[in-house]
T-cell receptor, first 115, second 113 residues
Framework: AQSVTQLGSHVSVSEGALVLLRCNYS??????LFWYVQYPNQGLQLLLK??????LVKGINGFEAEFKKSETSFHLTKPSAHMSDAAEYFC?????????????FGKGTKLSVIP | DAGVTQSPTHLIKTRGQQVTLRCSPK?????VSWYQQALGQGPQFIFQ???????QRGNFPDRFSGHQFPNYSSELNVNALLLGDSALYLC????????????FGSGTQLSVL
């Protein structure tokens, strides 16, 4: 069984400030981990993913995340927030290896950027 | 290259009715997954189709059924609609060997009155 917990349903940051969105997961097998972004009235867009290899993963739009197995965490960061980053962010987990890649999502964190 | 397309974009139904949602995968993709996203929640996996068969299923009742056609497009059918079925229904496609890389459509917003 897998689950994802995103701490903070709503995060506000000032433009230019650090963005930190928290994600902790539970998985009975080694996981694949994902961050998706959703803009209003749109589907989900993949920001970045961890499957194997380097634990620091760089994604689109300047975002990155670090897989920390000991902490079962996969927090998303961006050094400097931009107004266009305002959206909802979802962390997701799936079992690794060949298979269906059925994603289990967290409840999401809505990011607001204050000018 | 068109991405994942879903139709219709919005739909209003009444309790007890049946609904069919449609999805065309991204070009080159052969696997389609469906997710339900209730208001204020993350998407929940409904099922996945590959080679015209249901391969995986989430915790959804039999009222939810699907189909995949030879051209890889897919339908989601929901019978005996309940108020709680009101949600955004997302279709995602992927390709064999890269099933971890999902591309999502913009979804169908279903309202059940």
């Amino acid at each position: 069984a897998q689950s994802v917990t995103q701490l903070g349903s709503h995060v506000s940051v000032s433009e230019g400030a650090l963005v930190l969105l928290r994600c902790n997961y539970s998985s009975s097998v080694p996981p694949y981990l994902f961050w998706y972004v959703q803009y209003p009235n749109q589907g989900l867009q993949l920001l970045l993913k961890y499957t194997t290899g380097a634990t620091l993963v760089k994604g689109i739009n300047g975002f990155e995340a670090e897989f920390k197995k000991s902490e079962t965490s996969f927090h998303l960061t961006k050094p400097s927030a931009h107004m266009s980053d305002a959206a909802e962010y979802f962390c997701a987990v799936s079992p690794s290896g060949a298979g269906s890649y059925q994603l289990t999502f967290g409840k999401g964190t809505k990011l607001s950027v204050i000018p | 290259d068109a991405g994942v397309t879903q139709s219709p974009t919005h739909l209003i139904k009444t309790r007890g009715q049946q609904v069919t949602l449609r999805c065309s995968p991204k070009s080159g993709h052969d696997t389609v997954s469906w997710y339900q996203q209730a208001l204020g929640q993350g998407p929940q996996f409904i099922f996945q189709y590959y080679e015209e068969e249901e391969r995986q299923r989430g915790n959804f009742p039999d009222r939810f059924s699907g189909h995949q056609f030879p051209n890889y497009s897919s339908e989601l059918n929901v019978n005996a609609l309940l108020l709680g079925d009101s949600a955004l229904y997302l279709c995602a496609s992927s390709s064999t060997g890269r099933r971890e890389k999902l591309f999502f459509g913009s979804g169908t917003q279903l309202s059940v009155l």
